[in-house]
């Protein structure tokens, strides 16, 4: 994974990392809303579900709803994140997170598209901002679902 600074202009982050565990057990991972809110340690964070959404509690940062979009198992699951619990969650009050399995070389490669900051975002410098510290917490999580699908975590 090769970090990089954001341009103000981008409008999305695309990041990927090779799994050494089967697809079924990577998607299981990546398909259950809000995996990607904390710090690696799922005793730390509540998901409650709100009608179709999902709100994921990560003390001390708040409360992060996430909405199931689509299913393709085990090769697709996409959901809308937001900073808002209140904001319904459509294009222009949160971005998209899609997450592609495929197998290769005996195991998953998983790739992450996060989409719409610049709707989200209309100043270039919070979009920039916003894109810097999703990047980097990109890095973070693919790693923590590296190391969780590889151990069998949560099996």
């Given at each position: 994974m090769i970090m990089s600074v954001p341009d103000a202009s981008q409008d999305r982050i695309e990041r990927e990392i090779q799994i050494d565990a089967?697809?079924?057990?990577?998607?299981?991972?990546v398909s259950e809303p809000g995996w990607f809110i904390g710090d690696g340690d799922?005793?730390?964070?509540t998901t409650t579900r709100e009608g179709n959404v999902f709100v994921?509690?990560?003390?001390?940062?708040?409360?992060?709803?996430?909405?199931?979009?689509?299913?393709?198992?085990p090769?697709?699951?996409?959901?809308?994140?937001?900073d808002d619990p209140a904001q319904p969650l459509v294009e222009g009050t949160s971005t998209l997170v899609e997450f592609f399995l495929s197998e290769?070389?005996?195991?998953?490669?998983?790739?992450?598209?996060?989409?719409?900051?610049?709707?989200?975002?209309?100043?270039?410098?919070?979009?920039?901002?916003?894109?810097?510290g999703n990047?980097?917490?990109?890095?973070?999580?693919?790693?923590?679902?590296?190391?969780?699908?590889?151990?069998?975590?949560?099996?």
């Open positions: 089967p697809i079924e057990r990577v998607f299981r991972l799922p005793g730390k964070t994921v509690e990560f003390p001390p940062y708040g409360r992060f709803p996430i909405l199931p979009v689509k299913s393709d198992a090769h697709y699951v996409s959901f809308r994140g937001g290769r070389d005996g195991g998953t490669l998983l790739r992450v598209v996060e989409s719409g900051f610049a709707a989200l975002y209309p100043s270039a410098e919070c979009r920039a901002s916003a894109l810097e990047i980097e917490g990109w890095e973070i999580q693919l790693a923590f679902a590296k190391r969780d699908a590889e151990s069998g975590r949560g099996e």
